[in-house]
């Protein structure tokens, strides 16, 4: 047999419950022996980790890190430098881009949209199955197509 609240016990335990959840609770856990079994355990265990000995690190790591901050020597950055000055990559990354720049240009603004023929259209008609005609007559095509 399960309850469904007994998934709030820990939380109740941990003390991170709503005063008012942890009223309606509380008035619940006197009546289910299901919760009351699982505080029990819960709170047992939580004893028990208390109980444990804290481990000690011997060794202070951020009092080691300050000291070896303050022996190394200041360090200085290098001066930044501009774009231009990468040298051969640098060209080559302008270049690409103002290619880049022109070729959408021509993409953008081109020339007047041409239609194509109505001829050239024909490769679009319905093809019988198979993909080949036995004769021009049943695939639409005129015989004096040129």
Same mark, same amino acid.
């Given at each position: 047999?399960?309850?469904?609240?007994?998934?709030?016990?820990?939380?109740?335990?941990?003390?991170?419950?709503?005063?008012?959840?942890? @009223?309606?609770?509380?008035?619940?856990?006197?009546?289910?022996?299901?919760?009351?079994?699982?505080?029990?355990?819960?709170?047992?265990?939580?004893?028990?980790?208390?109980?444990?000995?804290?481990?000690?690190?011997?060794?202070?790591?951020?009092?080691?890190?300050?000291?070896?901050?303050?022996?190394?020597?200041?360090?200085?950055?290098?001066?930044?430098?501009?774009?231009?000055?990468?040298?051969?990559? @640098?060209?080559?990354?302008?270049?690409?881009?103002?290619?880049?720049?022109?070729?959408?240009?021509?993409?953008?603004?081109?020339?007047?949209?041409?239609?194509?023929?109505?001829?050239?259209?024909?490769?679009?008609?319905?093809?019988?199955?198979?993909?080949?005609?036995?004769?021009?007559?049943?695939?639409?095509?005129?015989?004096?197509?040129?």
């Amino acid at each position: 047999m399960s309850c469904p609240k007994h998934i709030e016990v820990s939380a109740y335990l941990d003390n991170m419950m709503a005063p008012a959840e942890r @009223g309606q609770f509380m008035v619940h856990l006197q009546s289910c022996p299901i919760c009351q079994g699982q505080l029990d355990a819960l709170s047992g265990l939580q004893a028990q980790l208390r109980a444990m000995p804290s481990p000690s690190l011997g060794f202070d790591l951020a009092a080691s890190f300050d000291e070896q901050m303050r022996m190394a020597p200041p360090q200085r950055r290098a001066p930044r430098t501009p774009w231009f000055s990468w040298g051969p990559a @640098g060209v080559a990354v302008a270049l690409s881009l103002a290619s880049g720049a022109w070729l959408g240009g021509l993409l953008i603004g081109g020339g007047a949209v041409v239609a194509p023929s109505a001829v050239a259209a024909r490769v679009f008609d319905p093809v019988p199955p198979g993909g080949l005609c036995a004769a021009a007559e049943l695939c639409r095509v005129s015989k004096g197509m040129q």
